[in-house]
């Protein structure tokens, strides 16, 4: 029995054999890698000489590092929830058998196709006080001296706004093949039964897009860690160190200022503090898998 | 995937090798820079022609933004596969590279030349290493000007620069009042460094401005002096418009050659975009090193040339420093970049009016100092940038806070 299942499984082992490998040394390795460094005192180039923690001292003394843990938290919090309100709120609509359903959807979607540089560069003009929406209030002749950009408050706004705009459209189309799989019944025996329309999607319609939402909530975690492009063709981290994020943190300190050591100092935290998010995550979903329970 | 699917990868390859001149008989130099700009790549090009002409090959290696090129240089020099020269700011930032021994000298191509004996000590130094030239310096830059609108003077009723802070003020006050921006700012933390070291050395002088950053001093942050000086960056602050924060520096630029600001503080690297835009210094706009003390903050550029195998192309490099540091070459150079010769014994006189000015300045040790790049590492230069940055775009942060704040960043780099 046992052997049988070996020899079952040993074409689809050697398939996986390269891929294995590549993922545990380049992937592994790297990070192992990374974090060995961080405990050097390596700066333009890599070297074994022990540092013991004053690279993670020194980070956590610098102003930029705690302030861009503070953007982070903000940024990711505002961008993930934006994103799925208003990626619901566009999806129901849709749903609605509108006309131009196509269209729409493209439009929608069609953000999402630009690289975070392309959205960064647009908006940046939006903001500009010469250029977009603030030349404009003043060529209709009302004042306006808000500048979005030039204090950091407004400037994060700004960042979440850009992003919402190029997320929400992923978000809405993968709610609204979830809304297409909900039994259209369902709404009906509701309005049958005097039920607020709100209340029966809040109630019942959610609940069934779980998986949808923890997908997208996934995707959309990914790209607030990677957040990096948006800051760089944006802000460049500015007003002063306003809109600073930890990824940018980190490469400034890997290439333009040659201390690998701090880099990877902070590539450690950050690794460390996904891993926070992510292992209890992990162990819930096997955990209730083990139960063999909920989906 | 069988040989003929793969055949237009080899034929890539096979092309790729043949597009690597390795002739032997040549005198080849790979060179790698960033210029790129319009004026930029017309000076580079300045090099091209004189290495060709004394019977080199030049195969150019562009690389757009300092930044890009460094981690490109980098790259290839640690990785073995060295290109016969390329580009780095004068100062720390390829320290390391010589400390790993990875850089040859070019101390025969320099002794024989006399090098030393023309090249100011500020620069001599940071090239050399026990006591063998181990770079080759080609310009030399100031970094403090204050380059001037003469219309927006005139039109606001100032006239010429003032040659104090006090006077300066009021006429950025009488400029603003006339409805132009005073202060054209663009670059970001970049920028804000530029002008963070003017106002330093021209309140606080030439000494405190080397112990504050040379010598990572305490009592020199006390200073009333250099107190003052950073009350005076503060003040400065709010002379800036709301738009600067999402502007470049070439953008901020601008709006001095199209007479909407007045003044901006900038590198002489700044000359380039008036030339472009056809103006001529001291006609349309000025450069003045004033107010306060009249002195020049340095910087400049160099070659490094990394150890290579091929006997060949090692001869090349001496070819290659020769023609660099040549005195026509150094002319003809600088004059498309719009810096000063790196050599003080050529004649500058074919040069425009501001580089005449610098050159004067520059006859005086007493009257010059470093820019940050040679006092400390590129690490600890961005921590320092951070913290001008935070101090500029924060208007509720007084100069106390900012002296101790900059005094704990200091202490902490090296």
């Not at chain 1, 070297?47 to 993670?56: I, L, N």
């Amino acid at each position: 029995m046992q052997s049988k299942r070996i020899s079952r499984h040993l074409p689809s082992f050697v398939a996986m054999l390269p891929t294995t490998l590549f993922v545990v040394i380049i992937y592994l390795g790297c990070m192992a890698w990374t974090v060995a460094i961080s405990f050097t005192t390596s700066k333009v180039l890599p070297v074994a000489r022990w540092a013991g923690a004053t690279q993670y001292e020194r980070l956590l003394a610098t102003e930029r590092w705690t302030v861009s843990v503070h953007n982070i938290l903000i940024y990711g919090a505002c961008y993930i929830l934006g994103c799925l309100l208003l990626g619901f709120l566009t999806a129901v609509a849709i749903d609605q058998k509108v006309r131009f359903e196509n269209t729409l959807r493209t439009i929608y979607l069609f953000p999402y196709a630009l690289s975070f540089i392309v959205t960064g560069a647009v908006w940046q003009w939006i903001f500009d006080p010469q250029l977009g929406i603030e030349a404009a209030l003043r060529g209709l002749g009302l004042e306006s001296h808000i500048g979005i950009l030039s204090s950091p408050g407004t400037a994060i706004a700004a960042l979440v706004i850009a992003a919402v705009w190029q997320g929400a459209g992923l978000v809405m189309v993968m709610l609204l093949a979830g809304l297409r799989s909900v039994d259209g019944e369902i709404l009906k025996a509701a309005r049958v039964d005097g039920i607020p329309i709100w209340r029966a999607y809040v109630s019942i319609i959610l609940p069934e897009l779980r998986p949808m939402i923890v997908t997208s909530v996934v995707l959309l975690a990914i790209a607030v860690v990677k957040a990096y492009d948006l800051i760089v063709s944006m802000t460049q981290g500015g007003p002063g160190i306003g809109t600073e994020m930890p990824a940018k943190f980190v490469m400034d300190h890997l290439f333009e200022r040659g201390n690998i050591g701090l880099a990877t100092a902070a590539a450690t935290l950050m690794l460390l503090a996904v891993l926070a998010v992510l292992v209890p995550w992990l162990h819930l979903e096997y955990f209730r898998k083990a139960k063999g329970g909920a989906r | 995937m069988n040989f003929r699917q793969r055949s237009p990868v080899w034929a890539a390859l096979v092309l790729c090798a043949l597009a690597t001149p390795v002739s032997a008989d040549d005198l080849t130099a790979e060179v790698m820079h960033p210029w790129t700009s319009g004026g930029e790549s017309a000076a580079a090009k300045v090099f091209a022609d004189k290495f060709t002409a004394a019977g080199g090959v030049w195969v150019d290696r562009a690389i757009a933004g300092n930044d890009a090129l460094l981690a490109a240089a980098m790259n290839r020099i640690i990785g073995g596969d060295p290109p016969s020269a390329s580009h780095f700011n004068t100062g720390k930032p390829f320290e390391e590279l010589i400390e790993a021994g990875l850089l040859r000298d070019v101390d025969t191509v320099a002794r024989a030349e006399g090098w030393a004996a023309v090249i100011p000590k500020v620069f001599l130094d940071a090239v050399t290493r026990d006591d063998k030239i181990m770079a080759v310096p080609i310009n030399l830059q100031t970094e403090n000007w204050i380059w001037y609108s003469r219309e927006v003077f005139e039109k606001s009723g100032v006239g010429e620069p003032p040659q104090n802070w006090d006077d300066f003020f009021a006429a950025a006050d009488k400029i603003k009042a006339a409805g132009y921006i005073p202060m054209a700012l663009g670059g970001g933390s970049w920028a804000e460094r530029f002008v963070f070291q003017k106002v330093l050395v021209s309140v606080a002088g030439p000494e405190l401005y080397l112990r504050v950053l040379k010598d990572r001093d305490g009592e020199a942050l006390k200073d009333a002096k250099v107190q003052e000086a950073f009350a005076v960056l503060g003040k400065l602050r709010q002379y800036a418009d709301s738009g600067a924060a999402s502007r470049k520096w070439n953008d901020a630029t601008n709006l001095v050659i199209t007479n909407k600001a007045g003044f901006q503080i900038m590198g002489d690297w700044a000359k380039g975009e008036f030339a472009a835009a056809g103006l001529t210094p001291g006609k349309e706009y000025g450069c003045t090193l004033f107010p306060g003390q009249e002195v020049s903050i340095m910087s400049g550029d160099v070659f490094v040339m990394p150890k290579l195998k091929d006997a060949q192309r090692t001869q090349a490099q001496d070819l290659l420093a020769h023609v660099l540091f040549a005195p026509e070459t150094q002319i003809a150079f600088n004059i498309k970049k719009g810096s000063n010769p790196i050599r003080q014994d050529v004649d500058v006189s074919s040069m425009d009016v501001c580089a005449r000015h610098a050159a004067e300045v520059l006859k005086d040790p007493a009257r010059q100092v470093p820019n940050p790049q040679f006092l400390m590492t590129n690490d600890g230069l961005g921590a320092v940038r951070d913290v001008i940055t935070t101090y500029w775009n924060t208007p509720a942060m007084t100069p106390g806070e900012f002296s101790d704040a900059l005094g704990k960043v200091l202490a902490s780099v090296d």
